[in-house]
């Protein structure tokens, strides 16, 4: 079983940057696949960004399109704890933000007959998640 706790959360200004942190424990050898959801009160848990912790090569982080080049997503293996800095932070970023974990995905590759290794950003491909950390930008 994995326990995340995500901190960092925060209110900040409109322009203005947090870093997100989620450090991870227990059992996570299957888990190699981490995520930030956020969520606003009466709307769907949407993705923001994820990363591939294993050894194979080849899957890059995917990053949500509203928080594409504002956002990036890190690793820090020996701390076993997943970051998210948020630049540019827009009102509309405002959200509680949610660290889960999960297995990497196999799908059909390009070429027929091939597979490849994948980290969906889809909250129903994770099964530990935190408790989430509230951010907050204000006008």
């Known amino acids: 079983r994995v326990q995340l706790v995500e901190s960092g959360g925060g209110s900040v200004q409109a322009g203005g940057s947090l870093r997100l942190s989620c450090a991870a424990s227990?059992?996570?050898?299957?888990?190699?696949?981490m995520a930030w959801f956020r969520q606003v009160p009466g709307r769907e848990r949407e993705g923001v960004a994820n990363?591939?912790?294993?050894?194979?090569?080849?899957?890059?982080?995917i990053y949500a399109d509203p928080v594409k080049d504002r956002f990036a997503i890190s690793q820090d293996n020996a701390k076993r704890t997943v970051y998210l800095q948020m630049n540019t932070l827009k009102p509309e970023d405002t959200a509680m933000y949610y660290c889960?974990?999960?297995?990497?995905?196999?799908?059909?590759?390009?070429?027929?007959?091939?597979?490849?290794?994948?980290?969906?950003?889809?909250?129903?491909?994770?099964?530990?998640w935190g408790q989430g950390t509230q951010v907050t930008v204000s006008s």
């Open positions: 889960a974990a999960g297995p990497v995905q196999v799908a059909p590759g390009m070429v027929a007959g091939t597979t490849i290794l994948v980290c969906p950003l889809d909250q129903f491909r994770y099964e530990y």
């Open positions: 227990g059992s996570a050898t299957s888990s190699n696949c």
């Open positions: 990363i591939y912790l294993g050894t194979a090569g080849g899957i890059d982080p």
